[in-house]
């Protein structure tokens, strides 16, 4: 059965450096999404991606956040420079039409 | 501005027995509504969606209510399993922007 796949599945990283989340589609689906949840809480909307470009972002996607589609395959997620409360679990969606597979996640923690 | 609220966050049920998780939204722009379930450490894997013009949606142990007059839906599970032990999580889905939006999430166990 398809699925998203994301990588790595555990991200350590300074507070300041720079991190690219990577995040595999299913081939036939033509939306692309990130979403996190911080710890305890819920999932909240980042971006979704439609035709090689952001469709729309939440307020939490500013200017350090960035994302792209390389290969036609890949669709990263870049944090210019961490901070503390960008730790979370980051997870990778994508869709055909209605609902939303996710990828198993990404746990980024900023030290 | 919370548009989707699962006002539960935590529900324990016996094995065998009905499980019902409840989910209100303000926005009445949906047009459908999805239901997720996640496990920890893992993503939310899709459930059951149904859309605004229906009031009712089954699959299998699973059926969805939608009651747009009151803004509301319900899960329902029977008859509930061990293995569905694991947060719940409702969510909105507007055409044209293609984001979902959660709700906090209702912790589910079932009690063996």
């Known amino acids: 059965e398809p699925e998203v796949t994301q990588t790595p599945s555990h991200q350590v990283t300074q507070m300041g450096q720079e991190v690219i989340l990577r995040c595999v589609p299913i081939?036939?689906?033509?939306?692309f999404y990130w979403y996190r949840q911080i710890l305890g809480q819920k999932v909240e909307f980042l971006v979704s991606?439609?035709?090689?470009?952001?469709?729309?972002k939440s307020e939490i996607f500013d200017d350090q956040f960035s994302v792209e589609r390389p290969d036609g395959s890949n669709f990263t997620l870049k944090i210019r420079s961490t901070k503390l409360e960008d730790s979370a679990m980051y997870f990778c969606?994508?869709?055909?039409?209605?609902?939303?597979?996710f990828g198993q996640g990404t746990r980024l923690t900023v030290v | 501005d919370q548009q989707v609220k699962q006002n539960s966050p935590s529900l324990s049920v016996q094995e065998g027995r009905i499980s019902i998780l409840n989910c209100d939204y303000t926005?009445?722009?949906?047009?459908?509504f999805l239901w997720y379930k996640k496990y920890p450490a893992e993503g939310p894997t899709f459930l059951i969606s149904i859309s605004s013009i229906k009031d009712k949606n089954e699959d299998g142990r699973f059926t969805v209510f939608l009651n747009k007059s009151a803004k509301h839906l319900s899960l329902h599970i029977v008859p509930s399993q061990p293995g569905d032990s694991a947060v719940y999580f409702c969510a909105g889905l507007m055409r044209g922007n293609e984001k979902l939006t959660f709700g906090t999430g209702t912790r589910l166990t079932i009690i063996p």
């Open positions: 081939s036939n689906h033509l939306y």
């Open positions: 991606f439609y035709n090689n470009e952001i469709s729309e």
């Open positions: 926005n009445s722009m949906f047009d459908y």
């Open positions: 969606a994508s869709t055909e039409y209605t609902e939303a597979f």
